[in-house]
């Protein structure tokens, strides 16, 4: 992660960052709020430049006025600041597929070096849909803009957006597209959840304290549960939500890294390759279910009222809740169920890590309801952010009685905007070229390993599609009833056999690093 001698080298490398599809949903949503935050701030490098790329015809002044609009619609927006911000902007218009257009733009890039009389460091932000991938890595490529100036000045830098890939084999095969152009230190594959405050703070909750560590493993622990409830629904993302569905949209990444997090072994260190190997390694470890773990522990539902929604297909079968059961095939967490559960229109919004500790046993407390006495750790992100530890103490009083406390640090955000404080931090690390916060191959590989077998099974019908009311808690009280805590039933199954060979072969390359 960024140090503070990082941050000021940082500073003063001269970047240029170029975003293809600059007029769409993800620079107004994400990337220019982030960008001006961090230029309010002061934080972003004293040479930075963009260059908006897209098809529209506009000239640089109405790409400017169009970029001040988006800001405009910020709660603390500033005219002032937003104007000088402005001022290192520019605009190419151009589309993806025209070797000329490449040229423009690289004149323009050549353009802002010469005015600072450097080779700058250069950033290509692909804010477009993954279709469009090839002919831009193809173009960049033949027209000689990924090429660095030398070996010490000038890198190049890929950012893509998830999700990477619509299941393992498209995933694969963009990778393979993206090493012929890139290497994979060059590519920067972007998961907001990894950006996020308390994403981060996991780490340091197990690896800064000597507190719970010694006790998080499947001696401890009974059960993890991750939870990322919403009360949004897909209004206006229609045609792509139709397409990918709840478990592909924040399933097969968000939480998935929320896991990894949470049950990787210790890094050793703050290393960006350290870091990502451990989440990259516990991925793999994870248990692609089998047909009848699917059937029993993959739970998926559609609110009412969905079909309705433009761009949605009348009779999708697209699921916008789940709750599906994973469990790792590790020494430290082999048969602890970890339940993923995700839904749009839930009446609620929490976002949390709960795990849930073992009954001590022998217990000081009363035999007749002793099952009850377990301990909860939750690391929320949302609606509060924060940690809260629960226990039992005894009551006062002449009997010894217990009573349930709860010790927490849990804060409110009043200024939580959606994305930006996330897509700041990432766009941060990919200008100081630190990898920590963005997802590798083998992770991305390790995640669809998983979760294909459940679409799959999905798409064959397998699994009912449950229907529940948006905006109540329907969907979540009706998945409370599966027994989440029932063994695994397939951890001597050839693919748990396999992701058992992957974690010896994964321990024998970290000792080698
Ligand atoms: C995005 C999904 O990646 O994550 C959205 O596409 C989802 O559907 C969002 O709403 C959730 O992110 P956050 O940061 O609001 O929890």
Redesign the pocket.
Known sequence: MVSRKNEKALKNIPTVLVIFGVTGDLTAKKIAPALFSLFRQGDLPEMFHLVGFSRRSLTAPEFRQYITGVLAKQKDFDADECAKFCGAISYQRGTFENAGDYRALREELKRVDDRWGVCSNKLFYLAVPPEYYEGIFKELKTSGLTKTCSNEEGWTRVLVE?PFGENLATAQRLDELLGEFFQESQIYRID??LG?EMAQSILTFRFANNLAEKSWSNECVESINIR?W?N?GVEHRGSF?DGVGALR??GQN?LLQLLALVTMEHPGSLASDAIRARRAEVLQMLIPPDAREVRTAALRAQYSGYQGITGVRKSSETETYFKVRAFLDSPRWRGVPITLESGKRLGEVK?EVEIIFKHPDPCFCPPHDAAQYKNRVVIA??PKEGFSVEFWSKKPGLKFDMQREVFDALRENPNRR??VE?YKKLLWDAFAGDQTLFASTAEVRAMWRFVDPIINAWKANAVPLASYKPDTAEALLAAAKVNWYAPCHNSGSATARKSRRNLARNKRSLKHR
């Open positions: 998830k907001h959840y996020k990322l919403e949004l939500y949209d924040v968000h976002k992100l949302e959606q994305y996330e």
